[in-house]
């Protein structure tokens, strides 16, 4: 099951690293061709026949005597780590929490017992995570469900001990980003950086306050990119990394090499409620548009296309609608004051790309639409009964979802 990364477990890990070494061997190749050569065997008298069976053998390979250092390459992470843990804080927050009793709606229960004062009612909760200074004065980004709906007061704890009380900017749950301010001035920052450009197999590091151990700082690599249909956020495009995410890390920064922020780590896949090596981050790209439209509005501005029913394309759905291929969307159902219907989109029409770039599923339809800035204009690659056509619609303003 997926796990917020910001829940509080109490679990034993033993944690192993291994670093596989290169070992070079500088004894002597033999093969079976050698070895018969070696044989009894007496070859022919004739000189020319002897020199050429003798240069048909295969040469032993020059072993080179200098050591080969496999890790030469490798970045210096001590020096990463080291300059951007200080950018990495501990956000606490104190939520109200309603509680209600299983016996509320038990109408025997109330007959004898009446409204029983305790059994429903309120309480405080609090919650541990990680956040990241993106600015010298004081904006920090974390997650949504780090600070909570409902907060009565969220504390941020520097790497140096500091504590300040937060103003919450706003949150946005359909990414799981918020973004906190507090009144303090150069601050240590971790520099932005292009998740876009990630990539398979390339080194990270996630570092945050897991178990309450601030500035933990653990290694590892990106497993995928474009992560989706998790159950996480509403609108998911997940950086997945194996570097150790764990209770306590949500809201914590994932560095690349160059030491720069490409992702905010928020949820693990796990069964145990511990670090299993697979963890997710929402990209840093997604996240700083989002910072941005919640400094400047208080809330996120998504596009929208009106009420549009797409559907994914199936093998059985793309012959139905003479599609080559299952790639892109096929609009189910569609509501006739849309802007969508109001630019001509119709029922059966196979959305394939919007703006040029490739609709290859339901989730990439959401995320390119809610992406796009609320009254631009946008173009539909569509194919309409086999035959491509391009449609301009203006995209409007999407609903705003509850804080």
């Known amino acids: 099951m997926f796990m917020r990364a910001s829940s509080i477990a109490i679990v034993f890990l033993v944690l192993t690293s291994g670093i596989i070494a290169g070992i070079v061997l500088t004894g002597s190749l033999r093969t079976a061709s050698t070895s018969e050569a070696n044989s009894s065997t007496e070859l022919p008298s004739n000189t020319s026949v002897q020199q050429d069976i003798i240069s048909q053998q295969p040469r032993e390979p020059k ?17 990463i780590a080291e300059r951007t843990v200080k950018a990495v804080t501990t956000i606490s927050s104190r939520q109200v929490i309603r509680q209600r009793s299983p016996f509320d709606n038990d109408p025997f229960f109330r007959y004898f017992f009446g409204d029983s004062p305790g059994m429903s009612g309120y ?3 609090s919650s541990l995570g990680s956040g990241v200074i993106v600015a010298s004065n004081g904006y920090i980004l974390t997650n949504a469900h780090v600070v909570g709906r409902n907060s009565r007061g969220v504390t941020v704890t520097l790497a140096d001990e ?11 749950e359909s990414t799981d980003i918020a973004l906190l301010k507090i009144e303090a001035t150069e601050l240590p920052t971790v ?53 150790a995410i764990n209770p306590g890390n949500s809201g914590g920064a994932l560095i690349n090499a160059s030491g720069e922020l490409v992702g905010i780590n928020t949820a693990i896949y796990s069964d145990s409620g511990g670090y299993q090596g697979v963890g997710f981050a929402v990209p840093s790209n997604l996240a700083r548009r989002i910072m941005e ?10 596009g929208s296309l009106g009420w549009v029913d797409v559907r994914p394309l199936t093998p059985q759905l793309a012959r139905e609608v003479d599609a080559p291929d299952t790639r892109g969307v096929v609009v189910w159902q569609i509501h006739g004051q849309s802007a969508a219907a109001i630019s001509g989109v119709e029922p059966g029409d196979v959305i394939r790309s919007i703006d040029g770039q490739s609709v290859d599923d339901v989730a990439a339809f959401s995320r390119l639409i809610s992406d796009a800035e609320v009254d631009s204009t946008v173009t539909l690659g569509l194919l309409r009964y086999g035959r491509p056509i391009e449609l301009r619609i203006i995209v409007e303003r999407a609903r705003p979802q509850p804080r």
Not at 235 to 242: P, V
Not at 294 to 301: A, F, N
């Open 191 to 243: 520099p932005w950086g292009d998740s876009s450009t990630l990539r398979i197999a390339q080194w990270v590091l996630a570092i945050g306050n897991p178990f309450q151990l601030n500035q933990t700082v653990t290694l590892g690599i990106v497993s995928a990119v474009g992560r989706d249909n998790l159950g996480v956020a509403r609108y998911e495009d997940f950086i997945q990394t194996d570097a």
């Open 63 to 79: 072993v080179s005597e200098q050591p080969v250092n496999l890790l030469a390459d490798l970045p210096n992470f001590s020096d």
């Open 293 to 302: 439209e919640l400094s400047d509005y208080g809330e996120v501005r998504r």
């Open 123 to 125: 309480r405080e909760q």
């Open 162 to 172: 500091r504590d300040y009380e937060a103003v919450v900017v706003g949150r946005d």
